[in-house]
């Protein structure tokens, strides 16, 4: 499967590049676009300031340029994040899109997006500062409306990033889960 794997508000980290490896060792080809051009941060208020001085337009259109050259393949979106909301706007513009993966945040859903049963998986914190109930049950059902197959699993007691192991956010446990759902799910598409 060719994934489209985007990062956090952190930058590309080492646990990035980790996640890739993971996705890559199960037999998929993955790129890893840097869309802050190598600066990274250690907080996630430096990194909401880095996003701010780029751009939400810049990022996305930064995304795209990666993602054109192996959109006709038929990609799988994967994002951590801000990466995730990232991820979930190129997946609902790209009618050649296989599935879309989101680990830990998702994004504002245009009302005129519309997929064809476009498969979505969503792991994500229980309670998640970025992510609250109402948020989730909102973008749910929007996302139902566009026409995606969505499913979300929920991790109680982990922090927003839990996925990261340089963070003090990390569950082991709940990472460990949350990639065996997501191979799983990637696998049967």
Not at 34 to 48: A, P, Q, R, Y
Not at 74 to 88: E, H, T
Not at 95 to 101: M, N, S, V
């Amino acid at each position: 499967m060719d994934i489209m794997l985007f990062h956090s508000v952190y930058g590309l980290r080492p646990a990035v590049r980790e996640a890739a490896d993971r996705l890559r060792s199960a037999g998929h080809e993955v790129r890893v676009p840097d869309l802050f051009d190598g600066e990274t941060v250690s907080s996630v208020e430096e990194g909401k300031e880095l996003k701010d001085r780029i751009g939400k337009d810049e990022l996305l259109r930064r995304a795209v340029l990666a993602a054109a050259p192996y959109s006709e393949r038929g990609l799988v979106y994967v994002g951590l994040s801000l990466g995730g909301s990232i991820a979930q706007n190129l997946a609902l513009g790209d009618e050649k899109a296989r599935g879309l993966l989101l680990l830990h945040g998702t994004s504002d859903i245009a009302e005129s997006a519309s997929v064809d049963d476009l498969p979505v998986q969503l792991h994500v914190a229980d309670p998640d500062p970025f992510e609250s109930h109402d948020w989730l049950s909102s973008w749910y059902l929007q996302m139902r409306q566009a026409g995606a197959d969505v499913e979300i699993y929920r991790y109680p007691g982990a922090g927003h990033l839990y996925t990261d192991p340089e963070l003090p956010d990390y569950d082991e446990q709940a990472a460990e889960e949350t990639w065996r759902t997501g191979l799983a799910f990637i696998d049967s598409l």
